[in-house]
Nanobody, 125 residues
Framework: VQLQASGGGLVQAGGSLRLSCAASGRTFSSIAMGWFRQAPGKEREFVAAIRWSGGLTYYLDSVKGRSTISRDNAKNTVYLQMNSLKPEDTAVYYC???????????????????WGQGTLVTVSS
């Protein structure tokens, strides 16, 4: 599975961005997709996840209500719509694909087998 993330950029606080993650290759083997982020000097942090089948979603508490993860199964693409962005949302955002359904924890990066290259989101105050 290959993942291509895009959509990052520079935005003022309060603004919006939509990130995209296009999956290719053996995409049928993926059961879910997740978004993580890593700010300078900090550990990688879970942001949101969605199951391909059924569309069940999961969110980090601090982005809940401001962000929406969605998927387009026909395009093998997952989106992360982020609104009311804050400077603390500044980070490199990574998408990832999970393969294993049993014992899958959406917020555990070790439960994802494939990762995209990351897209930088910078929120200015």
């Amino acid at each position: 599975v290959q993942l291509q993330a895009s959509g990052g950029g520079l935005v003022q606080a309060g603004g919006s961005l939509r990130l995209s993650c296009a999956a290719s290759g053996r995409t049928f083997s993926s059961i879910a997709m997740g978004w993580f982020r890593q700010a300078p000097g900090k550990e990688r942090e879970f942001v949101a996840a969605i199951r391909w089948s059924g569309g069940l979603t999961y969110y980090l508490d601090s982005v809940k209500g401001r962000s929406t993860i969605s998927r387009d199964n026909a395009k093998n693409t997952v989106y992360l719509q982020m609104n009311s962005l804050k400077p603390e949302d500044t980070a490199v955002y990574y998408c990832a694909a999970a393969l294993r359904d049993s014992s899958w924890y959406p917020d555990d990066p070790d439960d994802y087998a494939y990762w995209g290259q990351g897209t930088l989101v910078t929120v200015s105050s």
